[in-house]
């Protein structure tokens, strides 16, 4: 399986990603700066979290019209994986590869601690190794995290089983987000949602860090599944 992670200024989790990753895949990860025009052929692309371009305008905005960006465009439409991480999540959403918005977490403030995610659909190269309803306990480092959809948007998610994780307590359980959203849910995301998929399964966003939690060394591996699943479905 080849790999490759996108690199953009104010990325900062670049590095932990291609560790966590080539970990999984028992080989080398590439690193693709932002300015490139083309990339060697791939089975997985990755954009990182971080803060790129330091978050102006608004977060991933700038990245989302990077050189580099037409080519993971393109890339998506022949099918191959696309993995946003937090500020990924966010270029994803500014690039038109997964619907809806990412807003300003509704307690206002940078949020940056463990939560609770409930797998959600568990037949997808991205989480073939998890069990439905499984519980993960994953970092999250954000303060524009708030996922909103329109109405149609949202039903469309749901219909198509393209909510990747949601929310949730330790339990499993987790009430709706919104104005008032459970305290499971970390920045108000709507129906608690923590990351969707494109219509072919094909594209992952999502906000928590699997990377953080690949390795013993960082207290938990639950975030190593979702790589696994990566290189067990395209390997």
Request: hydrophobic fraction near 40%.
């Amino acid at each position: 399986m080849k790999a490759s992670v996108i690199v953009f200024p104010g990325s900062n989790c670049d590095r932990d990603i291609q560790i966590a990753l080539a970990n999984s895949i028992g080989g080398p990860v590439d690193m693709v700066w932002h300015g490139e025009t083309e990339m060697a052929k791939t089975d997985l692309i990755v954009l990182p979290g971080g803060f790129s371009f330091g978050d102006y305008l608004r977060c991933g905005a700038m990245s989302a019209r990077s050189p580099v960006m037409r080519e993971v465009v393109s890339r998506a439409g022949q099918g191959v994986a696309v993995l946003g991480i937090c500020n990924g999540f966010q270029i994803l959403l500014e690039a038109g590869l997964l619907p809806g918005a990412l807003l300003l977490n509704a307690g206002r403030n940078f949020v940056c601690r463990e939560v609770n995610i409930r797998v959600e659909n568990s037949q997808t190269p991205f989480t073939n190794r998890y069990e439905q309803g499984q519980v993960l306990r994953i970092p999250v480092a954000h303060h524009d995290g708030q996922y909103f959809a329109d109405a149609d948007t949202l039903a469309e998610l749901r219909a198509r089983d393209r909510i990747a994780f949601r929310y949730c307590g330790i339990d499993g359980n987790g009430d709706a987000g919104g104005p008032d959203y459970s305290p499971a849910n970390p920045n108000g995301s709507i129906d608690d949602i923590a990351g969707i998929f494109n219509d072919r399964k094909t594209v992952l966003g999502l906000m928590p860090h699997p990377e953080r939690a690949a390795d013993p060394v960082h207290g938990g591996t639950d975030g190593r599944g979702l790589l696994d699943s990566l290189v067990s479905a395209l390997s």
